[in-house]
């Protein structure tokens, strides 16, 4: 009754959309490319569970811990949108998945790059600019989805110019310094260098680590001693934050949701590096 009678002053209807409450939830997306020509493929599964006010801070691929079956019905979801809207380019379906129930739900659809594609292009060796690129020349997918690969795991952490600490509060400002980590099974997506400043006017996230392992544990504790290696005076990140985040054993055993973050794992738990 409250809610009918804030829409009705509103918006002058008084109509109430209700939508299934989900207690636990995990965050799988799929990589979708169309092209002119019919052609649509899926480039596996990611999972974003890990959120702050939804907003995603790790994100690997493929999705762990989900059933062969339901893993199935959402890819085969992804690619019958996409084919069905004449989908052309790079996309994002993303979903709510209800492991224990066996159920998942649509979310949206991002018609674009995504910030964690990467991740993708670790475990496939697909090219997902490159296939945009040729998507929007006209031509046809170099690769069919017979020819699609998972190797591995992948994992990646958006490095964002914010205090864990203290809220996740913003820190734009000068990069003092700025030491990537190097090595094998590492890829590095930064747009910055030593001496820029981080502006306090758009997304706090100014570069990306991500690692990819023959494993999941793998990929896991070399992205964590990726993050021990990185270097940023200047600005507080997320690093050292999202770095605990990937040693919690829920997080190891891919036993967490979408709020599993916020409920579990606050930065006071964690010592202050």
């Given at each position: 009754?409250q809610?009918t ?18 207690d ?29 006010r939804?907003?995603?801070?790790i994100?690997?691929a ?10 199935a019905?959402i890819?085969?979801?992804a690619?019958t ?5 004449r ?10 998945a ?22 993708t292009?670790?475990?496939t060796?697909v ?20 020819d ?10 958006r ?7 203290e809220?996740?509060r ?15 099974w ?8 030593a ?10 996230m100014?570069?990306k680590v ?24 200047g600005?507080a ?9 990937l ?12 709020g599993?973050l916020e409920r579990?794992?606050?930065?006071d ?5």
């Amino acid at each position: 009754e409250q809610a009918t009678r804030e829409a009705a002053a509103a918006f002058g209807r008084g109509d109430i959309y209700l939508e299934l409450y989900l207690d636990r939830p995990r965050h799988i997306e799929v990589q979708v490319l169309g092209d002119a020509h019919g052609n649509v493929v899926h480039l596996g599964d990611r999972d974003c569970s890990v959120q702050r006010r939804h907003q995603k801070l790790i994100e690997e691929a493929p999705a762990p811990a989900l059933p062969d079956g339901l893993r199935a019905r959402i890819l085969d979801a992804a690619v019958t949108l996409a084919r069905r809207e004449r989908y052309e380019s790079a996309g994002t379906v993303e979903f709510l998945a209800d492991v224990a129930n066996d159920a998942f739900y649509f979310l949206e659809m991002n018609t674009r790059l995504q910030v964690e594609h990467g991740v993708t292009e670790l475990v496939t060796g697909v090219d997902i600019v490159c296939e945009q690129i040729r998507i929007a020349s006209g031509e046809k997918l170099s690769f069919t989805q017979a020819d699609v690969r998972v190797h591995g795991s992948a994992i990646q952490a958006r490095i964002a110019a914010e205090d864990a600490w203290e809220g996740f509060r913003p820190t734009p400002g000068k990069l003092d310094a700025l030491r990537l980590p190097l090595g094998p099974w590492l890829r590095l997506d930064f747009g910055v260098e030593a001496g820029d400043t981080i502006p306090g006017f758009y997304d706090s996230m100014f570069g990306k680590v991500q690692a990819w392992g023959a494993t999941r544990d793998e990929a896991r504790l070399r992205l964590a001693a990726a993050l021990d290696a990185l270097h940023v005076a200047g600005p507080a990140t997320t690093a050292p934050y999202l770095r605990h985040v990937l040693m919690q054993e829920r997080f190891a055993a891919a036993a967490h949701d979408t709020g599993s973050l916020e409920r579990e794992w606050a930065p006071d738990q964690f010592a202050r590096p």
